[in-house]
């Protein structure tokens, strides 16, 4: 598997994450695709008459003669006008993990790496289609905010602060604070305005009741989605055989991959994790997208399913 450009699977340049500004091209409207709707699919901010039609109603004075419906005026033999929903601006905010347990991978990226990646296509698809982008990005003692902001401006703010967060997790291990995503939650809640896309990237395996309650509240208000990032190993996915060590901040473990127990052991972790996933989409009535980091986000584009 040939990595991604200017990307060494591990470590997080601008040049990689800039690369994403031109890829995102290939997914502004009129193009069609999934990920058109995990970026936001809505109207962007304009000015002028919207582009969805309403309703019709009776030419009234002052009414612009392109909006008349012929076919109604015809019929009726009085003029009737089309019309229009409004534009309106909607904001994107995302969700960066790049808390402790984001910080691996076995085959090609680790899922932090991924996770940026991911943000940062999102974010040039946001500002292209002329809507404000903001974030908080999630670390594994801070959660570092970037407000909405238009244009440039927002995606360079958001990069450099997961350059920053990813570039300080490498150098130094940190215990993760267990409400550090709660935290990251109740600031997102906090930075937003209502109606805005949410959109939030992690392994999710941070949740907890207090979490999961804060993010039923977002999604009241706004159109929330959650991207669910994996790595290979975790689906019991591996071409190892041997026996390995594989620990946290507290313990080690042995882990023999050459037994069918312990890659059966570990789909079935992974299984129950995605039925969690999927319970709280369906609470939340919002749609959860699983991406690997084992290949590179354009490859798996297409075949992205909620």
Request: glycine residues 8%.
């Amino acid at each position: 598997m040939i990595l991604p450009a200017h990307s060494d699977g591990i470590h997080l340049s601008l040049a990689e994450l800039l690369h994403y500004q031109k890829q995102s091209v290939r997914w502004l409207p009129p193009a069609r695709s999934i990920w058109s709707y995990l970026s936001g699919q809505h109207d962007s901010a304009g000015k002028g008459r919207g582009m969805d039609f309403a309703e019709v109603r009776p030419y009234q004075k002052g009414d612009d003669i392109r909006s008349i419906d012929w076919r109604i005026t015809a019929r009726t033999g009085k003029p009737h006008t089309k019309l229009y929903t409004e534009e309106r601006e909607c904001p994107v905010m995302l969700a960066v993990d790049l808390s402790s347990t984001m910080q691996y991978g076995t085959r090609l990226l680790y899922k932090s790496v991924q996770a940026a990646h991911i943000a940062s296509l999102i974010c040039w698809l946001t500002v292209a289609q002329k809507d404000r982008v903001g974030a908080v990005v999630i670390g594994g003692q801070q959660v570092i905010d970037c407000p909405p902001t238009a244009r440039q401006q927002g995606p360079l703010q958001i990069m450099n602060a997961i350059k920053g967060i990813h570039d300080k997790s490498l150098k130094v291990v940190q215990e993760q604070h267990q409400d550090t995503f709660l935290v990251a939650m109740n600031q997102l809640h906090r930075l937003c305005p209502k109606g805005s896309e949410l959109i939030v990237i992690s392994d999710f395996n941070q949740l907890s009741a207090c979490t999961e309650k804060r993010l039923k509240q977002l999604a009241q208000h706004n159109k929330l989605r959650l991207l669910h990032v994996f790595d290979p190993i975790e689906k019991g996915e591996t071409a190892f055989r041997g026996r390995h060590w594989l620990g946290d901040h507290q313990r080690s473990l042995p882990i023999s991959f050459g037994r069918k127990s312990t890659l059966q052991s570990l789909q079935n972790d992974f299984e129950h994790h995605q039925q969690r996933l999927a319970t709280l989409s369906n609470q939340l009535q919002s749609p959860v997208y699983h991406v690997s980091a084992g290949k590179p986000l354009i490859d798996q584009l297409g075949g992205l399913r909620g």
